[in-house]
């Protein structure tokens, strides 16, 4: 908690990307939909400060801001109609031009403003640094794990969350904020991009609902392309509903198909023992309704050449893929059953960067938010920093032997320079 000497320890806050396995498009019409965290994560290091001052720093969109603690705002339940109307409560002098900045700034100012409210008085300044493992823009919910790692990371510093182990209160209250984040970015959101950051595992999600934990006890292994071919998700859910406007009885019975594709999927989820016999009967499963998925998404005109390639490429190794997310470009996913050789899911990468594509071989299925508060043998901060000092030198590596370092609480890896991690 902030307290006026400001003697706390370092910590690092920790939330992961989002797949969206089935369902997108028809969750719009009220439809299931599945989603799983992915093990690239958002991290916040948040260090304390001899001051009244809070330094944001975002390096990834090059945002370092130092606002004085006096000049932010201290925010009431009722003093926004809508967390999107944040902006005029800016300190003065404070860029926010626009950008991936923009929003970056306006959200922490708004949860600053909420969360610390009357709870940091005197010389309570802090340091709050976020790198990340995830794209931005890509569909892989960069900005949830953002704002569920900052909602958590102020929440721990306002001395808000549990230290008896009550992680589920912890959870419930993480998720609320970093829903509210989310509102400041995109207005009305969904809410299922902030609940995987936060759970973790795989969800059920249907609009309007609490969404639901599926009770997996195994992690997918999949690979991620993405053809960066740039979409626009307002101009292909507006296709979908003119083509269902022309085609109602049609396209609903599409929509009615995906919902049973996800629900299928997930009592496959829920009732998945953890044995391996039931995986590689879960695994054929999957394969087969993420080819269905996508031939329907296909035909509501939401496919784009490129993640045809994309399928074109993992089905002559014999691997099933599909587009995840809006569609049009972005984002494919493609199951890697367990047991299917290395080497193939090399070649298999290789003709896909071949046409221009970036693909992040990881797992869908860990753990949602995590506070880190120390380890051993070296200080959090270096830790970190070796940490993402790893994923970058090493680019072919799989975004899961790093989660696995962090499972594994500390490597002695090279320390490296820390400053980037390390405001000031
Ligand atoms: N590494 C980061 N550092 C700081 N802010 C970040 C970072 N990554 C994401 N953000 C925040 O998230 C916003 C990006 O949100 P956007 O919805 O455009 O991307 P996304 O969440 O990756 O996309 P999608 O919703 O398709 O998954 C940024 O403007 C910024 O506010
Ligand atoms: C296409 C869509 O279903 C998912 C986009 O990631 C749109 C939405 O749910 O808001």
New binding site residues.
């Given amino acids: 908690m902030v307290s006026a000497n400001n003697d706390w320890t370092p910590f690092v806050v920790s939330a992961p ?2 797949v969206i396995l089935f369902g997108e498009h028809a969750v719009v019409y009220g439809k299931a939909a599945i989603a799983g965290s992915v093990d690239m994560r ?1 991290y916040a290091l948040v260090t304390p400060r001899n001051d009244n001052r809070a330094r944001m720093a ?1 390096p ?2 090059d ?1 370092d801001v130092l606002f004085d603690g006096d000049t932010l705002p201290r925010l009431g339940s009722n003093d926004l109609v809508h967390p999107s109307e944040v902006e005029a409560l800016v300190p003065e002098g404070i860029n926010v031009s626009e950008g ?5 700034i306006l ?1 922490f100012v708004y949860l600053y403003g909420s969360i610390l409210a009357g709870r940091n008085e005197g010389a309570a300044g802090f340091n709050i640094c ?3 493992l ?13 704002n569920v790692a900052l909602s958590a990371a102020l929440l721990q510093l306002s001395g808000q969350l549990q230290t008896d182990g009550s992680g589920a209160v912890d959870r419930k209250l993480i998720n609320q904020w970093a829903f509210q984040g989310e509102q400041v ?2 207005g009305t959101p969904s809410g299922i ?1 902030n609940s995987v950051a936060t759970y973790g595992g795989f969800l059920k999600y249907v609009k309007g609902e609490a969404s639901v934990s599926l009770n997996s006890r195994h992690a997918l292994r999949v690979l991620i392309t993405n053809t960066n071919v740039p979409k626009s ?1 307002k101009a292909l859910v507006a296709g979908v509903r003119s083509l269902r406007d022309r085609h109602p009885a049609v396209i609903d019975g599409i929509l009615d198909t995906i919902h049973s594709i996800a629900t299928s999927a997930a009592a496959l989820f829920q009732s998945d023992s953890g044995d391996a016999t039931d995986m590689a009967a879960l695994e054929l499963q999957v394969q087969d309704i993420i080819q269905i998925n996508h031939g329907l998404l296909s035909t509501l005109g939401v496919s784009h050449a490129s993640l045809e390639r994309v399928r074109a490429i993992t089905a002559a190794r014999g691997l099933a893929s599909k587009l995840t ?2 569609g049009g470009g ?1 984002c494919a996913l493609t199951l890697i059953p367990h047991g299917t050789p290395d080497d193939s899911v090399d070649a298999v990468e290789r003709e896909l960067a071949v046409e221009g594509f970036q693909c992040y071989r990881t797992v869908v299925g860990g753990g949602g938010v995590a506070i880190t508060r120390e380890v051993r043998g070296c200080s959090i901060e270096m830790w970190l920093r070796s940490l993402l000092d790893q994923q970058q030198q090493n680019t072919s590596q799989s975004c899961s032997d790093v989660f696995d370092i962090e499972i594994a609480g500390f490597a002695a890896f090279s320390a490296g320079s820390i400053a980037e991690l390390k405001p000031e």
């Fill in positions: 990307g989002k958002a975002f990834d969109i945002i991936p900045g923009r929003i970056a959200t976020v790198r990340s995830l794209p931005v823009g890509a569909g892989l919910g960069s900005s949830a794990a953002f970015a995109h991009d998700t997310g809006a972005g």
